[in-house]
């Protein structure tokens, strides 16, 4: 039973550049969930999508960063132009629809992580 | 707010020795999930525990204990007896029920166990 699938693992960009990051779900997982990890520092969040849908993007930065997750293949993060800040490491997570039985929502579950490296 | 804080950014100890990490959180929710994690420096994240908020009993696992006291908006994470292998950045994280589910991660503690 496979995991939350992120590749590449590691890129390495020019500035101006753009980077494409890929996130394949678990099984029956439908929502996906993208986090940044900057050097030295915890992990923040960035967006919250569902199969075609953004749900929560609060924590993505307006200009440059944009996601999906289509109905077939994987969830894309797209940086366009990069720039040296955006050198981090970019975390996955992947969960079942969330359930309010209990009260109690789905648990994510973490892929290995993206690192970028703009040079 | 939702939040959570590992006031200790980095913790030195010799092996064998007893070392504790903190977490405190903030949520208005009244169910919730915590999290415990581990990050090597191969850079995954290693889960540890996960607690529901209405489970306040102690759980041990071999050497990791955890205390959560929620009069006290904590959830702490011991290590016995501790090892190089534990060195790491231990991140702590809450799931509220309200919202979109989203893990809030403390700042990490980065444990150093020296030989």
């Known amino acids: 039973n496979a995991g939350v699938m992120q590749n590449p693992r590691h890129l390495v960009r020019r500035r101006g550049q753009e980077a494409r990051l890929r996130c394949s779900p678990m099984?029956?997982?439908?929502?996906v969930y993208w986090y940044r990890q900057l050097p030295e520092e915890g992990l923040k969040f960035m967006v919250y999508?569902?199969?075609?849908?953004?749900?929560?993007e609060s924590g993505m930065p307006k200009e440059r960063f944009s996601a999906e997750f289509p109905k077939e293949g994987p969830s894309i993060l797209r940086i366009q132009q990069v720039v040296r800040g955006d050198s981090a490491a970019y975390f996955c997570?992947?969960?079942?629809?969330?359930?309010?039985?209990?009260?109690?929502?789905?648990?994510?579950?973490f892929g290995e992580g993206s690192r970028l490296t703009v040079l | 707010a939702q939040k959570v804080t590992q006031a200790q950014t980095e913790i030195s100890v010799v092996e064998k020795e007893d070392v504790t990490l903190d977490c405190v959180y903030e949520?208005?929710?009244?169910?919730?999930?915590l999290f415990w994690y581990k990050q090597p420096p191969s850079g995954e994240l290693v889960f540890l525990i996960r607690?529901?908020?209405?489970?306040?009993q102690n759980e041990i696992s071999g050497r990791y204990s955890w205390n959560f006291q929620k009069s006290t908006s904590s959830f702490n994470f011991t290590i016995t007896a501790s090892q190089v292998v534990d060195s790491a950045v231990y991140f702590c994280?809450?799931?509220?029920?309200?919202?979109?589910?989203?893990?809030?991660f403390g700042t990490g503690t980065r444990l150093k166990v020296l030989a």
């Open positions: 997570a992947s969960s079942l629809v969330p359930t309010r039985t209990g009260g109690f929502p789905g648990e994510l579950f």
């Open positions: 607690r529901n908020s209405f489970d306040e």
């Open positions: 099984k029956g997982h439908s929502h």
């Open positions: 999508l569902q199969k075609e849908n953004i749900i929560d």
């Open positions: 994280a809450l799931q509220p029920t309200s919202g979109t589910y989203k893990y809030i």
């Open positions: 949520t208005r929710d009244t169910t919730y999930y």
